[in-house]
């Protein structure tokens, strides 16, 4: 595997299930990020990792929460999600904070 | 505030007939700017970094060009395998943050 991975590709939920989002990079690389792609909105920021710490939490809802055991893997974990978090997911890497972005192929999360 | 606007929204142009996409910004202090091809059902891929005013980057039919208030991908002589979303991106030197475009959907008809 090469690049950034993330499973499941697609999933559906309903508002009181918990789900969780997997994200791992093969690039070496130092920090990972969560964004969310919805039609016709930019990429919005959600979480930033950097050496396994949190350094960014962009206002995100409770209802999402992130973990990172280490610098390969990164979750979203989700839980009683409303049908406006239906989104594509996109997990990103970089070598260093900031530097320019890899991206995976996402997760296409819909809650129904 | 800084801020991102690409343009136009979507372009639809002939097999060979070259073009270009506009993409605006305002940031105070430019770190660096990013133009990423997205195709359909797949993430963002990295193409350009741009740092300076009068800076190009070239890749294949592509050419990225930048000044101070705005950035421009040149498609010269375009194939339908270039066809995509193809955004934009800048980051400002304060907060590190990079401000996305809403992007430009690109079709190339044969």
């Known amino acids: 595997e090469t690049g950034v991975t993330q499973t499941p590709r697609h999933l559906v939920m309903g508002m009181t299930n918990k789900k969780s989002l997997k994200c791992e990079q093969h690039?070496?690389?130092?920090?990972m990020y969560w964004y969310k792609q919805s039609a016709k909105k930019p990429l919005e920021l959600m979480f930033v990792y950097s050496l396994e710490e949190r350094v960014e939490n962009n206002s995100v809802p409770s209802r999402f929460s992130p973990e990172c055991p280490n610098s390969s893997h990164l979750f979203l974990h989700l839980h009683t999600l409303q049908p406006e978090d239906s989104a594509l997911y996109l997990c990103?890497?970089?070598?260093?904070?900031?530097?320019?972005?890899?991206f995976g192929n996402g997760t296409r999360l819909t809650v129904t | 505030e800084d801020q991102v606007t690409q343009s136009p929204e979507a372009l639809r142009l002939q097999e060979g007939e070259s073009s270009s996409l506009n993409c605006s910004y305002t940031?105070?202090?430019?770190?660096?700017l990013f133009w990423y091809r997205q195709d359909p059902g797949k993430g963002p891929e990295f193409l350009f970094t741009l740092y300076s005013a009068g800076e190009e980057k070239e890749k294949e039919r592509l050419k990225a060009t930048l000044t101070k208030k705005e950035s421009f991908l040149h498609i010269t002589a375009p194939k339908p395998e270039d066809s995509a979303t193809y955004l934009c991106?800048?980051?400002?030197?304060?907060?590190?943050?990079?401000?996305f475009g809403t992007g430009t959907s690109l079709t190339v008809i044969p």
């Open positions: 690039l070496g690389h130092n920090a």
């Open positions: 990103a890497s970089s070598q260093e904070i900031f530097s320019p972005l890899h």
């Open positions: 991106a800048v980051q400002a030197y304060t907060g590190n943050q990079f401000y």
């Open positions: 940031v105070s202090g430019l770190r660096g």
